[in-house]
């Protein structure tokens, strides 16, 4: 079997766009290991009581992604041989036709009831893997390729700890947003009939209590009355319309994509910017003082804290947390002064951000 490889920070077409808006490559986020990953406990030592690990059967792909119909339509025609695993994982879905509209491919009801009432289970309920998760090829995605917009951003681990975050939670937005409009405009301009969106975006749409599941949806059954309504002309061609979806956003450029999404694209967008920027910045605060943070283990060596992510927790010298006080938002070269005079080092300008990167120390005021 041939395994897909993992190389790219975004699928190919979102990387296409956000090289357009960003106008330069996203670092990777290289502490956060797929292959070999990063949340699970290491075969060669004791299991860290103080890390709540995933299983290893499992990792993270314990959550059923939502494709939109252009990626869909991307992945089905993807001749690559590499990727016909991957292909399979979803042709499987669509023959399923369980939350399958011209929309895209969306998890089935039992499955976002499961999921909502489930958290505790994430990262280690079997019943709950993803069908994309490739288990003969080490658990590897087989949908990398064209993940969707919550596969492409979450990470466990971020090299810029908390800025990190920040950035990738915006990039998460802008491509939900896009992943929002996008579909909408394909399906019209693939030529989908006014009553099977009435069917997708019915009249009387409201938040409140859903209706109880049926018994289709309890054994994982699509309703084939519901389908021919939802797909009407289209019914039976379902791959034929994903693939025609797909080739629309072929020819599409950044400023295209912007135009169909409206404001709110135009909005994420620029909040993307800000935190690309803040991402590639290392500039210090002028003035700092502690954050909130959480010691969770301690050594003769050093102290386990958490700041801002209890999955990614930080390892520190004792004596670094003897000084903290010192930073209480006076001029950040004043407290360093005073450090110098008084303990008789000098804090490290590396290890400085790397406190501010993880919320250990934070700014404070103007």
């Known amino acids: 079997m041939v395994i897909p490889e993992i190389s790219t920070v975004l699928p190919p077409l979102y990387a296409r766009w956000m090289d357009t808006l960003l106008s330069s490559p996203i670092p990777h986020e290289n502490r956060a290991t797929c292959d070999d990953c990063a949340m699970c406990a290491p075969a060669s030592a004791a299991a860290d009581d103080t890390v709540r690990y995933f299983s290893p059967r499992t990792k993270c792909c314990t959550y059923l992604p939502t494709i939109p119909n252009y990626l869909v339509g991307r992945a089905l025609e993807d001749g690559d041989f590499a990727f016909s695993a991957g292909r399979a994982t979803l042709e499987k879905r669509v023959q399923a036709g369980v939350g399958v509209t011209p929309i895209g491919v969306a998890p089935g009801r039992k499955f976002s009831v499961l999921y909502e009432s489930g958290r505790e289970g994430f990262g280690h309920a079997e019943s709950m893997r993803c069908p994309h998760y490739l288990e003969?090829?080490?658990?590897?995605?087989?949908?990398?390729?064209?993940?969707?917009?919550?596969?492409?951003?979450?990470?466990?681990?971020?090299?810029?700890?908390?800025?990190?975050?920040v950035f990738w939670l915006r990039m998460r937005n802008l491509l939900r947003e896009i992943e929002r409009t996008l579909p909408t405009w394909c399906a019209l301009e693939a030529g989908i009939e006014l009553e099977s969106l009435e069917e997708v975006f019915p009249l009387d749409a409201r938040p409140g209590r859903p209706e109880s599941l049926t018994a289709g949806e309890l054994d994982g059954v699509a309703d084939p009355v519901l389908s021919r309504r939802v797909w009407g002309t289209w019914f039976g061609r379902e791959r034929e319309f994903y693939g025609r979806c797909g080739r629309l956003v072929e020819s599409l450029s950044w400023a295209d994509v912007e135009r169909i999404g409206g404001a709110m694209v135009s909005a994420e967008a620029r909040l993307t910017v800000r935190a690309y920027?803040?991402?590639?910045?290392?500039?210090?605060?002028?003035r700092l003082r502690p954050g909130e943070f959480r010691v969770v283990g301690t050594t003769t060596e050093s102290v386990r804290v958490v700041g801002y992510a209890g999955a990614d927790p930080l390892d520190l010298d004792p004596d670094i947390l003897q000084i903290l006080p010192y930073f209480d938002g006076r001029p950040l070269t004043e407290s360093l002064s005073t450090i110098r005079e008084e303990k008789g080092f000098d804090v490290e300008r590396d290890l400085l951000r790397r406190l501010v990167d993880f919320g250990i120390l934070v700014p404070s005021g103007p």
């Open 136 to 165: 003969e090829a080490g658990g590897r995605c087989g949908l990398w390729k064209h993940r969707n917009a919550i596969c492409s951003t979450w990470f466990c681990k971020f090299e810029r700890g908390g800025v990190g975050q």
């Open 277 to 286: 920027r803040d991402l590639l910045s290392d500039e210090l605060p002028g």
